[in-house]
């Protein structure tokens, strides 16, 4: 199997059950404000297996018509996003060695059932900066490869609490959850996974 492309970090356990809970408010808080909605693909409109909201100054979006991107509102209630939980910027602060806060906290539900394909993060304009990723809930099956879709792949299991690192020559390494493993974790009353990922999107100036 494919080792861990250079400079992708996996940091297990980084949050403890704690932590882990104190998150988990803060992101029940946010999905009052924004509710979780269900993304459909570009082009085919076809709908996502995982449920979205954001917060921060920029969330990620998807739809038929106008595709994936960045913008400062939820498409459903047309409210701008809540704002990012301090406790997110402090672990940017703390782990992705660059400069600036970030923008934009994508929050992804999985039911037991869910997958993402294999992507790329590539709607930043500054690959610079690293993505975070925080895992919560239910582990799960994650593959990471190459900066080509072709390349090996390798996969790892994450499990509530881990923390992911995409940076430097990782940044832009190809990337999806094959599967939930329904009732690993105590942490969600109902089970599921849910995953946070830290991005800067606009170039400093
Ligand atoms: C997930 N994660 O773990 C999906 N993207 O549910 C991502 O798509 C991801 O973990 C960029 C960087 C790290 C990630
Ligand atoms: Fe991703």
């Given at each position: 199997m494919p080792s861990l492309p250079d400079d992708a970090r996996i940091l297990p356990d980084h949050l403890s059950r704690n932590e882990q809970e104190a998150l988990l408010d803060d992101i029940r808080e946010i999905v009052k404000a924004a509710p979780l909605y269900t993304p459909a693909m570009p082009k085919t409109g076809k709908p996502m297996r995982v449920r979205m909201t954001n917060c921060g100054t920029l969330g990620w979006v998807t739809d038929?018509?106008?595709?994936?991107r960045y913008q400062a509102?939820?498409?459903?209630?047309?409210k701008p996003w809540p704002v990012m939980p301090e406790r997110l910027l402090s672990l940017w602060r703390e782990?992705?060695?660059?400069p600036h806060d970030p923008e934009a906290c994508l929050v992804n539900f999985y039911g037991q059932d869910a997958k993402l394909g294999l992507h790329q993060d590539?709607?930043?304009?500054?690959?610079d900066a690293p993505v975070l990723s925080v895992s919560l809930g239910d582990s799960c099956r994650f593959r990471i490869g190459g900066t080509s879709r072709s390349d090996g792949t390798a996969s790892l299991r994450l499990n509530s609490g881990d923390i992911v690192l995409l940076a430097g020559r990782s940044r832009l390494a190809y990337h999806g959850v094959d599967r939930i493993y329904p009732g690993?974790?105590?942490?969600l009353k109902n089970g599921g996974r849910i995953n946070l990922t830290l991005r800067r999107v606009t170039r400093p100036v």
């Amino acid at each position: 199997m494919p080792s861990l492309p250079d400079d992708a970090r996996i940091l297990p356990d980084h949050l403890s059950r704690n932590e882990q809970e104190a998150l988990l408010d803060d992101i029940r808080e946010i999905v009052k404000a924004a509710p979780l909605y269900t993304p459909a693909m570009p082009k085919t409109g076809k709908p996502m297996r995982v449920r979205m909201t954001n917060c921060g100054t920029l969330g990620w979006v998807t739809d038929k018509a106008q595709g994936y991107r960045y913008q400062a509102f939820h498409p459903v209630t047309g409210k701008p996003w809540p704002v990012m939980p301090e406790r997110l910027l402090s672990l940017w602060r703390e782990l992705a060695d660059y400069p600036h806060d970030p923008e934009a906290c994508l929050v992804n539900f999985y039911g037991q059932d869910a997958k993402l394909g294999l992507h790329q993060d590539r709607d930043e304009e500054d690959f610079d900066a690293p993505v975070l990723s925080v895992s919560l809930g239910d582990s799960c099956r994650f593959r990471i490869g190459g900066t080509s879709r072709s390349d090996g792949t390798a996969s790892l299991r994450l499990n509530s609490g881990d923390i992911v690192l995409l940076a430097g020559r990782s940044r832009l390494a190809y990337h999806g959850v094959d599967r939930i493993y329904p009732g690993t974790s105590t942490l969600l009353k109902n089970g599921g996974r849910i995953n946070l990922t830290l991005r800067r999107v606009t170039r400093p100036v």
